[in-house]
């Protein structure tokens, strides 16, 4: 989500003229705003200003796609940024707050579940775009809808999924959320399918919160096996597999001494050196540390 400016500013000018001039002022705008330049963004050490910048990234990506509306890569940086936007800036403060004000947390979760909504539905209509009926169809034949995906479907996928997994597992009180459960997961393993190298273990470091929560058993040693991938995957480089397995699993273990060690594993990552990873890394970090200053409300002794 990179404002690269010196390429933004001409088509800007340019998108309020008319006819063929504006259409690929439009999409040359939404082909800057949609690439590989989230740069600015997540190798940002301030999680704060970040924070403060991307509801201006995205109310300007917004209106790039009203205009563009049938450019899917839009549609997938959208997607990918309100997810994000909910989970880290709106969900984890709320989550931090559980203990002490337990209402300003579920007025945290449903705000952040309104942005995590608003991502479902931005990747759904990008893949929708390219398979006609997609959406409409996924949960009545999930299998053969999924089953006209490629590789080049797995951003989609994978934002998809998350967004989607992440809304269930803020509500958990509600049957018809839960009931989406296995087609929001049919998604994620169809990504893992596809490539599951992507993102240096993203896909696996999604299932090993995702694998405990399906109504299968061995679900925890799944997750672990995951774990295992996603480390090796992002060669040590990332802290969240290691934060993902101590919360999904340690805890349900009530394992205090894993998850210690393993939030411990995640602090020693040094954020400055991976920069492509620095935010991530430091929202892990983050959580981390709070978790560790939370052992007690987290374990029965």
């Known amino acids: 989500m990179l404002l690269r400016l010196s390429k933004i500013l001409l088509p800007?000018?340019?998108?309020?003229?008319?006819?063929?001039?504006?259409?690929?002022?439009?999409?040359?705008?939404?082909?800057?705003?949609?690439?590989?330049?989230?740069?600015?963004?997540t190798q940002d050490d301030d999680i704060q200003f970040v924070g403060d910048a991307i509801p201006f990234a995205l109310k300007l990506m917004e209106s790039i796609r009203d205009a563009a509306p049938e450019h899917v890569g839009m549609r997938e940086t959208l997607c990918s940024g309100y997810t994000q936007y909910g989970m880290l800036?709106?969900?984890?403060?709320?989550?931090?707050?559980?203990?002490?004000?337990?209402?300003?947390?579920?007025?945290?979760?449903?705000r952040a579940k309104k942005f995590l909504r608003r991502a479902r539905k931005e990747c759904l209509v990008g893949l929708d775009l390219q398979y006609p009926g997609f959406a409409e169809g996924l949960e009545s034949d999930t299998d053969a809808f999924l089953a006209q995906t490629t590789i080049d479907d797995v951003p989609l996928l994978y934002w998809t999924g998350a967004s989607w997994l992440a809304t269930i597992s803020m509500s958990k009180e509600d049957p018809f959320m839960i009931g989406e459960l296995p087609v929001a997961a049919a998604i994620i393993q169809r990504a893992l399918e596809l490539d599951e190298d992507w993102g240096k273990g993203s896909i696996h470091d999604l299932l090993i919160a995702l694998e405990p929560s399906l109504p299968m058993p061995g679900g925890l040693d799944?997750?672990?096996?995951?774990?295992?991938?996603?480390?090796?995957?992002?060669?040590?480089?990332?802290?969240?597999?290691?934060?993902?397995?101590?919360?999904?699993?340690?805890?349900?273990?009530?394992?205090?001494?894993?998850?210690?060690?393993?939030?411990?594993?995640?602090?020693?990552?040094?954020?400055?050196?991976?920069?492509?990873?620095?935010?991530?890394?430091?929202?892990?970090?983050?959580?981390?540390?709070?978790?560790?200053d939370h052992l007690d409300d987290l374990f029965v002794e």
């Open 12 to 41: 800007l000018t340019l998108v309020f003229g008319g006819g063929c001039v504006k259409k690929m002022a439009v999409n040359a705008l939404a082909n800057t705003l949609s690439g590989d330049g989230s740069g600015a963004f």
């Open 89 to 110: 800036f709106v969900a984890w403060p709320a989550e931090q707050q559980k203990w002490d004000d337990f209402d300003a947390y579920q007025q945290g979760q449903e």
């Open 222 to 292: 799944r997750a672990r096996e995951h774990y295992e991938l996603a480390v090796a995957q992002s060669e040590g480089i990332r802290a969240s597999p290691y934060v993902s397995l101590a919360t999904s699993v340690s805890i349900s273990n009530q394992d205090r001494e894993e998850f210690v060690s393993l939030m411990e594993k995640a602090l020693a990552v040094d954020a400055s050196k991976y920069p492509e990873e620095e935010l991530a890394t430091m929202y892990a970090q983050e959580q981390a540390e709070f978790y560790l």
